[in-house]
């Protein structure tokens, strides 16, 4: 029995690096993903030229075959003047031909420019928080350069998809594509063949058959950025599940194609209890009043459209990443590419979370150490990007800092806090009428952690997520005293950005008959010393059992000499007749055994602590005195 329980042990442990290593490559692949989905965001930055104007709402018709790379669109935008305008500019690649332009079905006219802009004069202009609708028809084949737009095929059946992350919408519809200006609500209407299924954000409101094509409105009543508007179109089978609880129950309407449904019900029946926690710890769904779902396409990995996850596979961890979006991402978005971590790291963490809460502290631990791995992997790298890196892709959804760091970095500020204030100040974050339905950048988050913790937290975001590296500690503990412990903790950094890490230090003590304690070492300077109570003499130390902790390189050593066997000492020595034991009253000898220098044992007793050593002849002896705090050897000389 005893073996098998070791064999049980080992399987686990085994099972457990198997996950995490799984779970590590699906990090890796997540970000590679949402990486080649922004293969060009070098070539485009935030046009200065769509700043003028608010954009509050449009109207998307798409006419498309997912077996013909082409589309034909209607594209409705109703915008606010922030300031005097004579025209409007929207973003769209000359690879798709503008028709017409008309305001109030007079037309317009307009320009489409070498730097994929599409400039409409506005006749009269229009004046300071005036609004006005413009409305483009075009037509052409997308630009292939961002792979915003594609077809494919799966088992020999057309399909058609976008993926517009971070600056490809403008390659299939004219758009703003920004991090400042969410458009508050959208209609889509895709017409396509009738024999195809056609998918898009928000709730479907109607479909109709005409002839041969179908048209499909959806309405997304939320605030959207261009980048997460998105469309699909194949011969998907719909497999609908509840979530939520009343009033708010919603439907998770999946998307699947035929051939893959009955093999992935068990997978999909995951989503929901992942909602539900997500529920639980931060506040009901954003977008209850209209649908989650997920819809399949051939892309590696996943992206979380909001109301609609596009998904290459249903994973558990996939699946938790890209409803996790749906929280930290979609109803509060990044408000710029240096702080794509409040997207990735909060997706890569809830992920994690459900691992703790599914599966159990050790499948946590493992999973959280996996990360840990990745980051100390290499010794720099920060969490925030600097402007030169945000137009380097592989910068910019780096799974090693974005993702992993990310995560990592909100597990210290949970350990920190503490679980009641962390979670609090992630419901207020995600609460806040300035964030909620927008975006958001690092010091906002930091506010709200603040607000809830009571304590400045700028040192913590300096070192973790302004500045680069992790810490190596050096830990030495040693039996003090009747029941106490004392700590030595050393740092040393493995980026010069950053002088030192104060951060709490998780240690536990273990002793002989397989008792244990944790501790937390508020750490601020080097050669720090802590004591503390425990109620067994330690025989083992560990550094941060639960992983809590970004660091590597770490050494706990127990000292072999405790503090009060320093204390023990022998009297008169030289002595002619007694020799006496000086010891502290928390030390109990067990026995003492006398050896001559040439290693022969000579006498043994038990508790005594005196001893007549007249027989003794003269020279020089060795005392060995066994204690409830270890062993002792010292040398006295007989007259």
């Known amino acids: 029995m005893h073996i098998m329980k070791k064999i049980y042990i080992l399987l686990l442990l085994l099972a457990v690096n198997l996950s995490n290593a799984q779970n590590q490559e699906e990090v890796n692949g997540i970000a590679e993903s949402e990486m080649k989905a922004a293969s060009r965001v070098i070539n485009f930055v935030t046009n200065p030229n769509t700043a003028n104007y608010d954009i509050t709402y449009q109207k998307l018709e798409f006419t498309v075959n997912p077996a013909v790379y082409f589309i034909t669109g209607k594209v409705s935008s109703t915008f606010t003047a922030l300031a005097p305008m004579t025209t409007v500019t929207f973003d769209l690649t000359n690879e798709l031909t503008v028709s017409s332009v008309t305001k109030n079905n007079v037309p317009l006219t307009f320009v489409q420019n070498a730097d994929d802009e599409l ?16 409305v483009i028809n075009y037509s052409g084949q997308p630009s292939e350069s961002e792979s915003a737009f ?39 209407y895709i017409t396509a063949p009738s024999q195809y299924v056609s998918v898009a954000n928000g709730i479907q409101v109607t479909e109709m058959i005409n002839g041969a094509l179908k048209t499909t409105h959806f309405h997304h009543g939320y605030p959207i950025p261009a980048y997460l508007i998105a469309i699909a179109v194949t011969n998907y089978s719909i497999y609908t599940q509840t979530a939520g609880t009343a009033p708010n129950q919603f439907p998770i309407v999946n998307y699947l194609y035929p051939e893959s449904l009955a093999a992935n019900m068990n997978n999909l029946a995951k989503t929901v209890p992942i909602m539900n926690l997500f529920e639980q710890l931060f506040e009901t769904y954003p977008f209850a009043n209209e649908k989650y779902g997920h819809a399949q396409f051939e892309w590696g990995g996943g992206m979380e459209h909001t109301t609609v996850s596009f998904m290459e596979n249903f994973s558990r961890g996939l699946i ?34 459900v691992i703790e809460n599914l599966d159990g502290q050790v499948a946590f631990t493992a999973d959280k150490n996996g990360m840990i791995n990745s980051i100390t992997s290499q010794p720099a790298g920060a969490l925030y990007l600097t402007d030169s890196e945000t137009t380097n892709v592989n910068r910019i959804f780096s799974s090693r800092l974005s993702y992993n760091k990310g995560a990592m970095v909100l597990n210290m500020l949970r350990f920190k806090m503490g679980d009641a204030m962390f979670f609090q100040a992630l419901k207020n974050y995600l609460a806040d009428p300035a964030l909620a339905y927008g975006y958001a950048k690092t010091p906002d988050l930091q506010a709200h952690l603040e607000a809830v913790y009571g304590q400045n937290l700028a040192e913590f975001f300096n070192d973790w997520i302004y500045k680069q590296g992790f810490p190596s500690y050096a830990i030495t503990a040693q039996n003090f005293g009747s ?24 240690v536990r003590v273990t002793g002989a008959g397989g008792q244990f304690k944790d501790f937390i070492l508020h750490n601020i300077t ?57 010891l502290p009253s928390s030390v109990i000898v067990e026995k003492t055994t006398f050896f001559n220098m040439l290693g022969q044992k000579i006498r043994e007793t038990n508790s005594e602590t005196n001893w007549n050593v007249n027989d003794l002849s003269a020279g020089v002896y060795l005392i060995e005195v066994n204690t409830n705090f270890g062993s002792k050897q010292m040398r006295f000389i007989k007259k």
């Open 320 to 353: 938790a990443h890209e409803l996790g979006h749906q929280w930290f991402g979609d109803k509060i978005t990044c408000g710029s590419w240096n702080d794509i971590w409040l997207n990735e790291g909060f997706a890569t963490y809830l992920a994690s979370l």
């Open 119 to 134: 400039v409409i004069t506005l006749p009269g202009g229009l004046a300071t928080g005036s609004s006005a609708t413009v």
């Open 483 to 506: 029941g106490q412990v004392k700590f030595v903790i050393n740092q040393t950094q493995s980026h010069p950005s950053v002088n030192f890490f104060e951060m709490p230090v998780p």
């Open 150 to 188: 594609t077809i494919d095929t799966h088992s020999g059946t057309p399909i058609l998809w976008t993926l517009s992350e971070p600056y490809g919408a403008r390659d299939w519809w004219p758009c703003k594509q920004d991090l400042n200006d969410k458009v508050n609500s959208i209609d889509v």
């Open 526 to 582: 080097n050669g720090q010393t802590f004591t503390e109570s425990v109620p067994f003499v330690v025989t083992g130390v560990l550094f941060d059992p639960k992983k809590e902790l970004i660091s590597s390189n770490n050494s706990v050593v127990l000292g072999l000499d405790n503090f009060e066997l320093e204390a023990l000492s022998l009297y008169p020595n030289p002595t002619s007749s007694e020799i006496y034991l000086k």
